[in-house]
């Protein structure tokens, strides 16, 4: 498992128009190179009026899988400006078509590289970036007295408080970054008198919200 990485929020779409031609972006989380394909033919079908569908996606932990397709446009003036927007976003497992209806104008091998590319950026946008970090799941058992204290210090730290089980005691279910699981449990032992029963449950990645990809770094 990579420590992070970048992909889109599930599925979306915009569209814009250029010079009277419609261009319309799809874009799709995928992780196999079979679910990218799928979602390219549903588009297809969707649109099989339009002049062109063409499409690209990147998927792997290493972006080992990367496929562009111009579907009948000058060569390289579509589906790789497309996947160069993935890749300039750091995006993985990622899948987009752009449609387009021709509106009768031309656009030149320049003005097809900036249609198809924008509308990709424009989709993607609408869509949304998600930063999936990889964090340690842990239990933190307390009795009812420190329920308060433990849920408020919780809630107001930069770890991810994922549920609570109310039983006989309280446990807290909480992410916690992998560089940061020794000092997270010094500080819960602390916190609690070490009255607390602290156990490693599962690993998993947990989703972030980001605006933009393009000026951040991975840590």
């Not at 394909?37 to 079908?45: D, G, S």
């Not at 590319?117 to 993607?124: E, F, N, W």
């Not at 308060?148 to 006989?168: A, C, M, P, Q, T």
Request: glycine residues 8%.
């Amino acid at each position: 498992m990579l420590p992070n990485y970048y992909t889109v929020k599930k599925e979306g779409t915009e569209e814009q128009m250029i010079r009277k031609s419609r261009f319309i972006g799809y874009v799709k989380r995928v992780e196999t190179e079979e679910a990218a394909i799928n979602f390219i033919q549903e588009i297809k079908k969707k649109h099989h009026d339009a002049t062109h569908n063409c499409s690209a996606y990147i998927i792997g932990e290493h972006d080992q899988i990367q496929k562009a397709n111009d579907d009948g446009e000058p060569s390289g003036t579509a589906g790789v400006p497309i996947l160069e927007v993935l890749k300039k976003q750091q995006l993985k497992d990622t899948a987009v078509v752009v449609t387009r209806y021709f509106g009768g104008i031309k656009l030149g091998a320049g003005g097809l590289i900036r249609a198809y590319g924008g509308t990709t950026s424009i989709a993607i946008k609408t869509t949304g970036i998600v930063k999936r970090q990889k964090m340690q799941g842990f239990s933190v058992t307390v009795d009812y007295g420190l329920l308060g204290k433990l849920e408020n210090v919780l809630r107001n730290s930069h770890h991810i408080l994922e549920d609570i089980h109310y039983l006989e005691n309280v446990e807290f279910i909480v992410f916690v970054k992998d560089n940061e699981q020794q000092s997270f449990q010094d500080w819960i032992v602390d916190l609690t008198n070490d009255q607390a029963v602290i156990s490693v449950t599962e690993a998993k990645y947990i989703e972030i919200d980001v605006e933009s990809t393009v000026e951040e770094e991975l840590e």
